[in-house]
């Protein structure tokens, strides 16, 4: 029986706030398989905001989507046929084969994941791609000492949660900034951080940063970029250290985000201020997940999963994360294993 694989194509480049047009659905039949190769199905999709910046056709750290293909980003499957000696059936596997229910892969497009070491989803966050980025660029960057101040903006999502617990292991005090109470409360009750503050229902950022931060800002990890971070510069210590991981709040913004010039504090504070992507320390991942992983067998990391249930949500799950509805990392759960090995 021919299989039939569904796809979420780039249906059309987005001007500002990506929406349903956006996507479009479509099914092919599922080919042959050859020699190396490895059918796999589908069990979760990763939702992540660089994927907006690839809807664009402009020239970044990695290529653009092509309109009328799939969507690609990183997922995890379970391998229904094989015929490769790497790889049999019911193996789970780690790739870039993105929102599709089939994928037929080359063996060296996939890595094979030990489903006993953890829930399988981690491996698209906490020990995945996002809990990488969050151990290089607060390490790598941000360099936290004890008893420094380190305050993330973007606190309660994949990154940021894993942030702060990092700064924490290092001995730093930490401020999350999120976008809810239930938010705030989980930052500073399940994940122990020392302050949170409601961006919301926040009148004066300043201020509050003055107060939350009495000694000024060390370390600021930088997930959302726009006034919040305007705010946090006008806090930073000398010798301050900012990690730049991504810049949410301009994403979808149909005009040149501007702001307050940065470069005057960056002098006056001796302050250094480096963007990043994982990409970057892609020859040193097992390092990074080797770490996380003893963290989190030692029980000095915790993660929190928001987890849609079925692909035809993979577009509303994607939309959601610019109203801030997730608490974690954001996944789709596409379907459950059929073999157990």
């Given at each position: 029986?021919?299989?039939?694989?569904?796809?979420?194509?780039?249906?059309e480049r987005?001007?500002?706030?990506?929406?349903q047009?956006?996507?479009?659905?479509?099914?092919q039949d599922v080919?042959?398989?050859?020699?190396?190769?490895?059918l796999?199905?589908?069990?979760?999709v990763?939702?992540?905001?660089y994927?907006?910046?690839?809807?664009?056709?402009?020239?970044?750290?990695v290529?653009p989507?092509?309109?009328?293909?799939v969507?690609?980003?990183?997922?995890?499957?379970?391998?229904?046929?094989s015929?490769?000696?790497?790889f049999?059936?019911?193996?789970?596997?780690?790739?870039?084969?993105?929102?599709?229910?089939?994928?037929?892969?080359?063996?060296?497009e996939?890595?094979?994941?030990?489903?006993?070491?953890?829930?399988?989803?981690?491996?698209?966050?906490?020990?995945?791609?996002?809990?990488?980025?969050?151990?290089?660029?607060?390490?790598d960057?941000?360099?936290?000492?004890?008893?420094?101040?380190v305050?993330?903006s973007?606190?309660?999502?994949?990154?940021?949660?894993?942030?702060?617990?990092i700064?924490?292991?290092?001995?730093?005090?930490v401020?999350g900034?999120?976008?809810?109470?239930?938010?705030?409360?989980?930052?500073?009750?399940?994940?122990?951080?020392?302050?949170?503050?409601?961006?919301?229902?926040?009148?004066?950022?300043?201020?509050a940063?003055?107060?939350a931060?009495p000694d000024?800002?060390?370390?600021?990890?930088?997930?959302v970029g726009?006034?919040?971070?305007?705010?946090v510069?006008?806090q930073?210590?000398?010798?301050a250290?900012?990690?730049?991981?991504?810049?949410?709040?301009?994403?979808?913004?149909?005009?040149?985000d501007?702001?307050?010039?940065v470069?005057?504090?960056?002098?006056?504070?001796?302050?250094?201020?480096?963007?990043?992507?994982v990409?970057?320390?892609?020859?040193?991942?097992?390092?990074?997940?080797?770490q996380?992983?003893?963290w989190?067998?030692?029980?000095?990391?915790?993660y929190?999963?928001?987890?849609?249930?079925?692909f035809?949500?993979?577009?509303?799950?994607?939309?959601d994360?610019?109203k801030?509805n997730?608490?974690?990392?954001?996944?789709?759960?596409?379907?459950?294993?059929?073999?157990?090995?």
């Open positions: 029986m021919t299989l039939v694989n569904k796809q979420i194509i780039l249906a987005p001007k500002g706030m990506p929406d047009n956006t996507f479009r659905f479509v099914k080919g042959e398989l050859k020699e190396g190769q490895v796999v199905r589908t069990l979760y990763s939702v992540d905001p994927m907006r910046g690839r809807m664009e056709d402009t020239e970044s750290y290529e989507y092509k309109v009328n293909e969507i690609e980003g990183g997922a995890i499957g379970e391998v229904i046929d015929k490769s000696d790497r049999q059936q019911g193996d789970v596997v780690l790739g870039m084969f993105g929102w599709q229910e089939y994928y037929i892969a080359n063996e060296k996939l890595r094979k994941i030990d489903p006993s070491l953890a829930p399988i989803s981690t491996h698209l966050g906490i020990l995945g791609m996002t809990g990488l980025t969050a151990y290089f660029g607060l390490l960057i941000g360099q936290p000492k004890e008893g420094e101040t305050v993330i973007g606190a309660a999502g994949a990154v940021g949660s894993v942030v702060g617990q700064a924490k292991i290092k001995g730093a005090r401020v900034i999120a976008g809810s109470d239930e938010k705030i409360q989980y930052l500073q009750e399940e994940l122990q951080f020392d302050e949170g503050i409601n961006y919301r229902s926040t009148k004066n950022m300043e201020e940063l003055k107060e931060c000024g800002i060390d370390v600021y990890f930088d997930n726009g006034e919040i971070s305007d705010a510069f006008t930073l210590n000398r010798y250290r900012i990690p730049v991981c991504g810049a949410i709040s301009s994403y979808n913004l149909e005009k040149t501007l702001g307050p010039r470069q005057a504090t960056l002098i006056k504070k001796s302050a250094l201020m480096q963007g990043f992507t990409g970057n320390y892609a020859n040193r991942f097992n390092e990074g997940a080797m996380l992983g003893q989190l067998q030692e029980g000095k990391l915790t929190r999963e928001t987890i849609k249930e079925g035809e949500n993979i577009p509303n799950a994607f939309l994360l610019f801030g997730n608490v974690g990392k954001l996944l789709v759960k596409v379907a459950d294993r059929q073999y157990q090995n």
